[in-house]
Nanobody, 126 residues
């Protein structure tokens, strides 16, 4: 079993920054693909970014490319999402997810991911 716990969300003005963290426990974290997704009210869950097990490969949604950075520290069993130049349209609940059947870049669809955190709210005011 795997537990994922996100933290770091909050309220920020447009143009500001936040750093989300996702702490994992229960499995060999460094062997698996991780991803970040987000879900705004009334919308489907949306892919944000993914990182390979070793951290050497990353992939981003076009909407966040150049503003967000995904990284991981396998020694701390933690994945991060640094969010800069935030926009009101970035407002959502952000979720981290783990795919135990993959060690490369993760899917842009939520279905292949096996474990999810509870989510952390990010609100960007204009």
């Amino acid at each position: 079993q795997v537990q994922l716990v996100e933290s770091g969300g909050g309220l920020v003005q447009a143009g500001g920054s936040l750093r989300l963290s996702c702490a994992a426990s229960g499995r060999t974290f460094g062997s698996y693909t991780m991803g970040w997704f987000r879900q705004a009210p009334g919308k489907e869950r949306e892919f944000v970014a993914t990182i390979s097990s070793g951290g050497g490969s990353t992939y981003y949604a076009d909407s966040v490319k150049g503003r967000f950075t995904i990284s991981r520290d396998n020694a701390k069993n933690t994945v991060y999402l640094q969010m800069n130049s935030l926009k009101p349209e970035d407002t959502a609940v952000y979720y981290c997810a783990l795919d135990i059947q993959n060690y490369g870049l993760g899917s842009r669809r939520p279905e292949p991911y096996d474990y999810w955190g509870q989510g952390t709210q990010v609100t960007v005011s204009s």
